[in-house]
């Protein structure tokens, strides 16, 4: 009961002057819904940095032909291709590896009936689908006997199985890549945007053998651009590494001291590290906009001081007629506290209306956690207790005839 009529001291001294209280809480709004949004924000993009990694598989390295040397100048890496379809093989067979499909990428003109389309081919195998951790959504991929054969078969991406046919399913139709006709024996299941932001689903797989007899440079013969390789788990990626890299000196003849001709690196590792990258981004954000509620805290400090010397007269007849200092206390500290709550609750529906209208016209990725919601009630309930107490305890501490001395 007590407890009841504090609370209604307390509104009904909050209410006498709503200005005041209104642009009190006022940096208690800016800053709860600073919080929420920039939160909201990195939770976003570290969704979106999720998303990404998991779309490119598990355990992933990728294995660039050479850094080699032409004449005294040094070549990129990639642009040599001094991997093989057996590398991939040998590499297969390691202990610590799960799979490995070699890839040739390229460009080309896919043409269906009256429609075209450019996109991206890779030649590979089967395990590139294991790897990449890729289902499809209708028909098939292609298997061993399709590569060893030669098969003019393809497997296409979402978007272009939207470009290319609409409506219509594509599995069994014939499309031409550069103007050789293949027949479409699946569509793969939808991914979205990789790390680096290209679509990947804009994109389709033929057999290893039909991409460079049919579609690449005879040049190419046996040869791919990259390899990539999943290990059996996290813990091993070590040991695989070392394992994939004895190997292929081994099969490529590198003596001791001479330059690898091929490069390995671990795509978990930097996605990890982009990851990492995001949510450091994240905890800044938020720090950033935490300052805001310091500084609300401190606007509400210097309002109840302010209250304090206004009402020092009031206090003195408060105690005079029998209240006691906890009582003046819990008086002061509630209304610090009804000021920062209240401030909070309007910041929470401003910064998740912010956080929506930014991710609906800026096509950002938004996030609003429950997390993030308890932590800036949390906090401002925290400033308000923090800010408000030296104000109510000056409040306390006041000698009764002093206040009513007071004008």
Not at 138 to 159: C, K, L, P, T, Y
């Amino acid at each position: 009961m007590i407890f009841s009529s504090l609370i209604e001291t307390a509104w009904h001294a909050l209410t006498a002057h709503r200005m005041r209280s209104f642009l009190t809480m006022l940096g208690m709004v800016i800053g709860v819904a600073a919080v929420i949004l920039m939160l909201a924000i990195g939770q976003g993009a570290q969704a979106m940095v999720r998303s990404a990694i998991e779309s490119m598989g598990s355990n992933l390295f990728i294995i660039m032909s050479g850094a080699t040397s032409s004449g005294g100048a040094r070549i990129a890496s990639g642009s040599a291709p001094t991997l093989t379809l057996e590398d991939a093989d040998a590499i297969r067979a390691l202990p610590d590896i799960v799979a490995a499909a070699p890839v040739t990428p390229g460009g080309a003109q896919l043409i269906y009936g009256g429609v075209n389309w450019s996109t991206s081919v890779y030649g590979t195998t089967p395990d590139y689908a294991v790897v990449r951790d890729w289902t499809v959504a209708s028909g098939s991929f292609f298997n061993e006997a399709d590569v060893r054969r030669g098969a003019r078969v393809v497997v296409i991406g979402d978007v272009v199985a939207r470009e290319l046919f609409g409506d219509e399913d594509p599995v069994g139709k014939i499309i031409r890549i550069k103007q050789a006709p293949f027949e479409v024996i699946g569509v793969l299941a939808a991914k979205g945007q990789s790390l680096d932001g290209r679509d990947q689903d804009d994109t389709v797989m033929v057999p290893f053998s039909s991409a460079q007899q049919k579609i690449f440079s005879g040049s190419l013969r046996n040869r791919a651009r990259f390899i990539m390789v999943q290990a059996v788990s996290e813990k091993s990626m070590d040991n695989a590494e070392a394992a994939i890299n004895d190997l292929l000196r081994s099969r490529h003849r590198i003596q001791a001291g001479q330059d690898d001709d091929f490069t390995v690196r671990n795509l978990t590792a930097i996605a990890e590290t982009a990851a990492s990258t995001t949510r450091i981004m994240s905890l800044l954000l938020g720090a950033i906009a935490a300052i805001s509620l310091v500084v609300g805290g401190i606007g509400i400090m210097n309002i109840m001081l302010v209250s304090v010397t206004e009402r020092t007269r009031e206090i003195g007849i408060r105690m005079a007629i029998g209240a006691r200092r906890r009582d003046v206390l819990w008086q002061f500290l509630i209304e610090a506290l009804t000021l920062s709550l209240i401030g909070c609750g309007i910041g929470l529906l401003l910064g998740i209306g912010g956080a929506w209208l930014v991710g609906s016209l800026a096509g950002l990725p938004v996030a609003v956690t429950v997390v993030s919601v308890l932590l800036a009630v949390g906090v401002s309930f925290l400033i308000g207790v923090f800010f408000g107490f030296y104000p109510a305890r000056r409040a306390a501490g006041l000698d009764p005839i002093e206040a009513l001395r007071a004008q």
